[in-house]
């Protein structure tokens, strides 16, 4: 937090969060520095995929065949809105281990509720898988964030519930996707597949809630750093709240988008999309620390992971190897994001203020 010195009768220190006469020139250069950061992840993580289909090409050119592409993009959006949901919690600084469990009940949730197909049936099933994952969700915040609990320990015991939640529902047997709701989710809106509509709709969306809005700015600065915040007269927990059940709700979104083009989704199809989701955060370049991030990275990064996939498939590499991949490509986001250089040496930090000021109104 940077304080301005005062003379007695002089105006209040500033609290870093909102904008004073003093320091309205280091928010603005705050703000560019912040923005500046999420251009070079995106741009980033953008050579990197182009990068990897040239490379797809020439390894394994049916790779990158239309039919390829067309069939690897409803896959793609659906690990991004995932990855938006990781995202957001992130931002938090915190990290969600819940996907899985929020990702396959709603899978269970509406194949067993709509399995009539009827129009009134869907509505009310996927309606109920996302207020079950919204609920969820706001739980793991609130004892992340009233409980002080460590992320990681309380979205896994959430996990856990959940998992027992998805068995004890399904009974341990999949169900056939209703064909209503295949018709919708698996048609294509103007030549795009609805799945990909849809993440790209939800990566506008809160890319400008959280950049464009006062809320978005206040929540990134909550993010960067709770106890300025809370020094400020702002309460963190409606924040924390907030990640992590919007987080959970497009987790759920997912497994929807998922049910909807393939025919009898397993129990446990969101155990393929945990790791996926972080690594794609991390090579977005969303800060692990909390704060900066953003979701068109980590869109980017989604459909980055889902051509590896597909390449490594495509190669006829084993499934262990493609977890191996991933794992890899998380750690060198992690050493490349944090300014780590070959020599054991780490990249010198670039000269701010630490924690910019963020204006609200």
């Not at 509406?110 to 197909?117: D, P, Q, R």
């Not at 009233?146 to 856990?160: C, E, F, K, Q, S």
Request: hydrophobic fraction near 55%; glycine fraction near 14%.
């Amino acid at each position: 937090m940077t304080s301005h010195g005062q003379s007695a009768g002089g105006p209040a220190p500033s609290t870093g969060i909102g904008p004073t006469p003093g320091n309205e020139r280091s928010t603005a250069g705050g703000l560019r520095t912040a923005l500046s950061g999420r251009a070079r992840g995106a741009v980033a993580i953008g050579i990197a995929t182009v990068v990897l289909f040239l490379i797809s090409a020439v390894l394994a050119p049916q790779s990158v065949s239309g039919g390829a592409i067309s069939a690897m993009l409803p896959f793609a959006a659906i690990l991004a809105v995932v990855a938006i949901g990781q995202t957001l919690v992130v931002q938090q600084g915190g990290i969600d281990l819940s996907v899985p469990g929020v990702f396959s009940l709603s899978v269970v949730v509406v194949t067993k509720l709509a399995s009539s197909g009827t129009p009134g049936a869907i509505f009310l099933a996927v309606a109920a898988a996302l207020l079950i994952a919204a609920v969820a969700g706001a739980v793991s915040g609130f004892v992340v964030a009233r409980l002080n609990v460590a992320p990681i320990v309380a979205t896994l015991g959430m996990n856990a519930l959940l998992i027992g939640a998805t068995w004890a529902v399904s009974e341990g047997a999949a169900r056939r996707t209703p064909t209503g709701l295949s018709d919708v989710i698996g048609s294509t809106l103007l030549g795009v597949p609805v799945t990909v509509v849809v993440a790209i709709v939800l990566t506008v969306v809160v890319g400008v809630v959280v950049r464009l809005t006062p809320t978005g700015r206040i929540f990134e600065a909550v993010g960067a750093n709770p106890r300025v915040a809370v020094a400020a007269g702002i309460a963190p927990l409606r924040y924390t709240l907030g990640a992590y059940s919007v987080a959970a709700v497009l987790y759920a979104v997912a497994g929807v988008l998922l049910t909807g083009i393939v025919n009898t989704p397993g129990i446990s199809e969101g155990n393929t999309y945990l790791l996926p989701s972080v690594a794609a955060v991390v090579l977005g370049g969303t800060s692990l620390l909390g704060g900066k991030g953003s979701v068109l990275a980590s869109l980017i990064a989604a459909v980055f992971f889902t051509q590896v996939d597909r390449l490594a498939s495509t190669l006829g590499l084993a499934y262990g190897w493609q977890i191996l991949i991933q794992a890899l490509a998380l750690g060198l986001g992690v050493a490349f994001h944090s300014g780590f250089r070959p020599g054991g040496k780490r990249r010198a930090p670039a000269v701010e203020e630490p924690r910019k000021p963020v204006e609200v109104a």
